[in-house]
Every structure is written in C-alpha cells, then in structure tokens.
C-alpha cells in the first residue's frame, strides 16, 4: 500500500447547506507528517472528520489505506477506525471514565487483556506526565491535562494514521513544542500524521508540508526538507 | 461470567431511561405469573374431570309390568350394550341403589317398593367414546320402548369446552404480556440509545464493533429484567399461596385441583431465567438493528 490517504475531487456540504469543501484531491503516503492550516470554519474539522470516517463525502472518493469508502460495509468500519487515531478538536474524553479508562478504551474494544491494558495504559500516561491523575475524572483535569488524556488515547493502541484537530488548542507553546515532539517520535515509528493547528510559531518550529483550506480548497505547500530529517533538527525535550 | 464483571462503558447508573424498567417487568412478570398459574389450573382441572365423566353413560330403562318383563328388557339392553363398539363395561345397577338414587324425588314411596322403578345400567366407554352413540340409541329404543340414554360427555363437553376456551384465552394473555414485555424493553433501550449517543459515537470512532457495544445494553438489561422478575414472581406467589389458603378456608372445594400442581410451580419459576434472556436478547438486536443505521 503506497497511499494511507487518497482523495480525489472530494466535495462536502452538510445538509442543503453550501460545499464546505470543494474539490480536494491530494493523496498522504505512509510516514509522512502534514500541519492542517486555514481561518476558523475553513474546514478543516470537516476534513478530519472525512478521514477519521465520520462522514462520508458528499462527491468525489476517499480512500483509507488503500480502500474506497465507498465500498466499505458497516463491519468494515471498525478495523479500519482502530488503524486511525483521533485527537478531536473537543476531546471527546468519556466524562464517566477516569483518564486511565478512557485510555484504555481503544485497548479494550479490540479485546485486548486487562493485564496487558494496565501495562500499556500506565506507561504511555506516565510519558505524557499524567502519573499522579491516572484515576481523575475528565472533568476535574486541566484543559492542558485533558488534551493530554485525549492525545494518549489516540496514540494508544499504534495508529497508522493520527488525525489531531487543534492539539495545542489548549496549552502553552512549550507544552505545545512538547506536543509536537511526541507526534514527531510516533512519525518516526512509521505514523503517518496530520495536525490541524492556528498555532504559527507550532509550524515554524518544523519544516513539515503545509495543507491549506481557504474558500473550500486545499494547497499543498512543501518546505524543504523530508519530515523525516526535520526530525534530528529538533531540540531533544525530557518527557512531556 | 467476565462478561458480568466487566464494568462498563457506558454510563448507564446516570441512566433515567432505564430507572422503571424493574417495576415494569417486575408488573408484566407478575402477570405473566399468575395467567402462567391460571393456565396450569385450568388444564389440571379440565384434565381431571375430562377423565373422570366423559367415560361413563348411563342407560335408563323405563319400569315394566312385572319383574319378569324387566328382567327381559335389561337382558335385551345389555346384550346390545355388549356388542358396541367403545363399551367396556356395562353393569346393571341393583334396585336397592336405583331406591336409593330417587329417593330424594319419591320419598319414602320409594322405599315402600310399591312405586314401579326404572332400571339403570352404568356404562363404561373406553377413552375415545362411542363412534355411534345415535345409533346404539336407536337400537336400545328399538329393543325396549322408552329406552333414554344419558350422556354425561354430552354436557360436560360443554363444560369443558368453556374451561378449553378459559385456557386458550389465558395463554394469549400470557403471550400478549410478553409483547408488551418485549415492547417495553426495546422502548427502553430505544431510549438508552438516544441518551449515550454521544458515548457511542466516540465508541465507534474509536473502533468498538456494535457487538461490543450490544453486549453492555444486552448485560445491562438482563439484570434490569431479572431484577424485576425476581419481584414479580415474589410478588405472584405471595398471591398464589395467599389464594390457595383462602380457597381451602372458604370450602371451595367443589373446584378439583385448585391448588397448583409442582409443574406449575416450576413454570412459574422458569420465568425468571426466561425474562433475564428475553431482556438480554431484545436488548441486544433492538441495539444492533439501530446501529447498524449508523455510520
Ligand atoms: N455539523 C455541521 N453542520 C452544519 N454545518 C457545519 C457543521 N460542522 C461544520 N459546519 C460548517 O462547515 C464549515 C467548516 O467548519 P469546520 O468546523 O470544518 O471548520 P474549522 O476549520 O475546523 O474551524 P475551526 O478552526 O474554528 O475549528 C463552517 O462553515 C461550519 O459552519
Ligand atoms: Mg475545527
């Protein structure tokens, strides 16, 4: 599989509503890392949502990893949703669950055992510095703390593809570089990831490509190095 | 059952939707109960008299001139009565207990033997009764004038058919309170849907299967529903015992086999496994026929 994302001339409206988005064609290849730019109700939500599976276009085709969605069956969707992890723009933490459980949920709808649950669960709250909160309600955390809950829980179970809207929506520019650094680390294991940020001094921090939405379009601008290689170029921080 | 211990997703003790489906199945199963009691009784007792009276009939011979000419008629009936088909027994009553039987009609001009008495004879019909009754009717007139044969299964068919329909109408009853049982149940789950859309949403996205997601409404509703019918059938059997005391109190013993056979009770008690499943199942399709209308 030479693509994870393939989009050709895709249009999205929501009801009668006007096309939100027009004509996108572009096409993600495995590993590589994109910032997702535009004003406020550009799309780029509505982009994300088409790629995380919660909507479907409304012309044109996407494909995920090689699939048309088209001609997805309703069993389909969950295999290929446990290949996507989503930071939602608003979280979307289950408010009953404590942040361990709400990581854990990815583990457990693909019937992972609870021992190996709580191992994997621990370790990656630890690394987003979240030891001491393992048993805190959402709502009793931070609005930095819950994006961290909420990044875990996208990050958790291996994605091939991680969709984060606005991850830095919340938090300072030295948590936000942090941020960036743990989506750098999973685009080094092979991740391919897409991050819809307003943050400028975010995407000046790297040379990553730019996908832009402006009047329903989308442009791609390339900087000049390979994602792969603006990784080294980064300051090494400690855990987040 | 891990499936029991697992605590779930979905945040159903935040539930209002669910707070009466107890009482409600606890309503429904104590109905159920007591229609199931109602069948059982009604069965027992129309079994019993079924055997008991449909098998016999009794001929009636009206009194001669002299002994000798009763003597002659009985002779006639009975060698017919023998040669039926579906007669297994035929024995002539003794005056002394024809005297007896009229006594409360005649008095004590019975007694006095000067009143001409008819003759009965006791008939013994095997199960399936007499394929031609009109016929050995019209031999017995034909051999002794006057001849009246008096068929017990003739009224109490009736009788039975009226426990028969009794019957029938109490299963439909107990199969419509299980309508309702399953109507409410889905109506309820329905409802459960709509109140966690938003958890099952993000449950989807996150790559739960509707299996997964079916199992923590169907668990959650079998322990709703068995909840409720534990109260149910306490509550129906408080009644039942309650109702077979009374009956004995007041005499009505006139209605064989009131009090309820162990068949019954079992039956009774069967509903709360039956309840727990059918809340668990309809939970379940009720939850993946409305997922599978989600993206
Ligand atoms: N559920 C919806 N129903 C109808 N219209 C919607 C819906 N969601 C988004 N829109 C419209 O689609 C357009 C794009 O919205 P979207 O949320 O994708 O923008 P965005 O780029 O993510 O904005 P922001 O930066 O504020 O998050 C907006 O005009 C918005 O009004
Ligand atoms: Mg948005």
Redesign the pocket.
């Given at each position: 599989m030479d693509e994870i994302v393939r989009f050709q001339t895709v249009g999205l409206r929501?009801?009668m509503?006007p096309e939100?988005l027009q004509d996108l064609s572009f096409t993600l290849t495995p590993g590589s890392f994109h910032f997702l730019t535009?004003?406020?109700?550009?799309?780029?939500?509505?982009?994300m949502r088409l790629m995380y599976l919660a909507k479907k276009p409304t012309r044109g085709s996407v494909s995920l990893f090689g699939r048309d969605i088209a001609s997805l069956r309703h069993d389909d969707y969950p295999t290929l949703r446990r290949r996507i992890g989503v930071v939602f723009?608003e979280f979307r933490l289950l408010p009953h669950q404590t942040a361990f459980d709400n990581v854990a949920l990815p583990l457990r709808v693909s019937g992972m055992r609870e021992k190996e649950i709580k191992k994997h669960v621990e370790e990656l709250l630890t690394w987003v510095g979240l030891e001491e909160n393992m048993a805190a309600w959402p709502e009793t955390l931070s609005g930095g703390q819950q994006q961290r809950v909420a990044i875990a829980r996208a990050v958790i179970a291996q994605p091939k593809l991680l969709l984060a809207?606005?991850p830095t929506g919340n938090v300072d520019d030295r948590i936000a570089a942090r941020l960036l650094h743990l989506f750098e680390e999973l685009n080094r294991l092979g991740t391919t990831v897409v991050i819809?940020t307003?943050n400028k001094s975010l995407i000046s921090s790297s040379l990553h490509p730019i996908m832009h939405?402006e009047g329903g379009r989308l442009s791609i601008e390339d900087r000049e190095s390979e994602p792969a290689a603006t990784v080294e170029t980064l300051p090494r921080s400690g855990r987040l | 059952m891990a499936l029991l211990s697992r605590r779930t997703d979905l945040p159903f003790e935040r539930d209002d939707s669910s707070r009466y489906l107890p009482w409600l199945t606890a309503f429904m199963v104590f109905l159920a109960s007591l229609t199931l009691a109602g069948v059982f009784a009604i069965s027992d007792l129309a079994g019993t008299w079924d055997k008991g009276l449909s098998e016999t009939l009794t001929v009636q011979l009206p009194a001669g001139e002299d002994e000798r000419t009763d003597e002659r008629r009985a002779a006639a009936a009975i060698k017919i009565l023998e040669a039926t088909e579906g007669v297994e027994e035929v024995a002539l009553l003794p005056p002394r207990q024809v005297r007896e039987l009229l006594k409360p009609w005649l008095g004590a001009a019975a007694d006095a033997g000067q009143l001409p008495l008819p003759q009965i004879i006791d008939v013994e019909i095997d199960r399936d009764g007499i394929p031609a009754l009109a016929t050995l009717t019209e031999q017995l007139r034909r051999a002794v004038p006057g001849a009246a044969v008096d068929d017990h299964g003739a009224w109490m068919s009736g009788f039975l058919r009226a426990l028969r329909s009794a019957e029938a109408i109490a299963v439909l009853i107990f199969l419509l309170v299980g309508v309702a049982t399953v109507g409410t149940i889905v109506f309820t789950t329905r409802a459960g849907l709509g109140v966690h859309r938003e958890v099952i949403e993000v449950m989807h996205l996150i790559g739960a299967h509707d299996r997964y997601i079916a199992a923590q409404f169907a668990v959650r509703s079998m322990m709703l529903g068995l909840r409720g019918a534990a109260m149910g059938i306490i509550a129906a059997a408080m009644v039942l015992i309650a109702f077979g005391v009374l009956v004995e109190f007041q005499g009505f013993g006139v209605l064989p086999g009131i009090d309820l056979s162990l068949g019954a009770w079992i039956a009774v008690v069967l509903l709360l496994p039956a309840t727990g499943l059918l809340a668990w199942l309809t939970a379940r399709i009720t939850v993946l026929r409305s997922l599978a209308r989600m993206v």
């Open positions: 929501y009801g509503g939100v535009g004003e406020s109700g550009a799309g780029k939500s509505s982009l723009q809207d606005e819809a307003h939405l | -």
